[in-house]
């Protein structure tokens, strides 16, 4: 089918890791994407990775991919109040128009 | 630069009574989405137009649900005879070429509707 899979709440303490994760459905999909969304607001555009990558690191951010697996994961280091918000996994498909299908959204809670 | 502007922002109409949500991409964008935010639950995909091609209107939930796209650019979707369970925050998006390169979303800022 056409879904990509998120659980739904993970709640972590502040100063703790984080760790997202995203089962996507198209091992041909180039992109892969984390947006976050901040409580009233749109979705943000994270960070990415190509799927020709394992991981990708920026900051306190680190993107894992299994392609063998179709799974995703963002490791959100030293985590703070501020990272508190839904995080959506995303896949752009090569195939059928080249769609952006997105995960239902992880809402994560961090307890001070 | 400017970014994808949806408008209204908010919207309050009467259960029956039709709304034109308006979406304006990035420009050069050539792909552009339609998403539907209910309270606390993830995006449901609507519509997706993709430069000359026929949108894929697979998402729309009803015959109630249209969109349309003006010269590859303005969108406008449009519900006609509300019901109470549209309310939710409609998102816009756009992104360039779709076509095998790095093309991230864009999102606008929503329009929420409220069916009262």
């Known amino acids: 089918g056409e879904d990509v899979e998120q659980s739904l709440f993970l709640s972590v303490r502040e100063g703790d890791s984080s760790v997202i994760n995203c089962t996507y459905t198209?091992?041909?999909?180039?992109?892969l994407y984390w947006y976050k969304q901040e409580p009233g607001a749109g979705l943000q555009l994270l960070t990415y990775i190509f799927s020709n990558m394992d991981m990708k690191q920026d900051q306190r951010l680190t993107v894992l991919l299994n392609k063998k697996d179709k799974h995703l994961s963002l490791r959100i280091a030293d985590t703070q109040t501020g990272d508190s918000a839904i995080y959506f996994c995303?896949?752009?498909?090569?195939?059928?128009?080249?769609?952006?299908?997105f995960g239902a959204g992880t809402r994560l809670f961090v307890k001070a | 630069g400017a970014g994808v502007s949806q408008s209204p922002s908010n919207k309050v109409t009467e259960k029956g009574k039709d709304v034109e949500l308006r979406c304006d991409p990035i420009s050069g964008h050539t792909a552009l989405y339609w998403y539907r935010q209910s309270l606390g639950q993830g995006l449901e995909f609507l519509i997706y137009?993709?430069?000359?091609?026929?949108?894929?209107k697979s998402g729309l939930p009803s015959d109630r649900f249209s969109a349309e796209r003006t010269g590859g650019s303005v969108s406008t979707l449009t519900i006609q005879r509300t019901q109470q369970e549209d309310s939710a925050v409609y998102l816009c998006a756009s992104s360039r070429s779709g076509t095998g390169v790095n093309s991230p979303l864009h999102f606008g800022n929503g329009t929420r509707l409220t069916v009262t």
């Open positions: 995303a896949e752009k498909k090569d195939t059928g128009g080249f769609k952006t299908i």
């Open positions: 137009f993709q430069g000359n091609s026929a949108p894929d």
């Open positions: 198209d091992s041909s999909s180039t992109y």
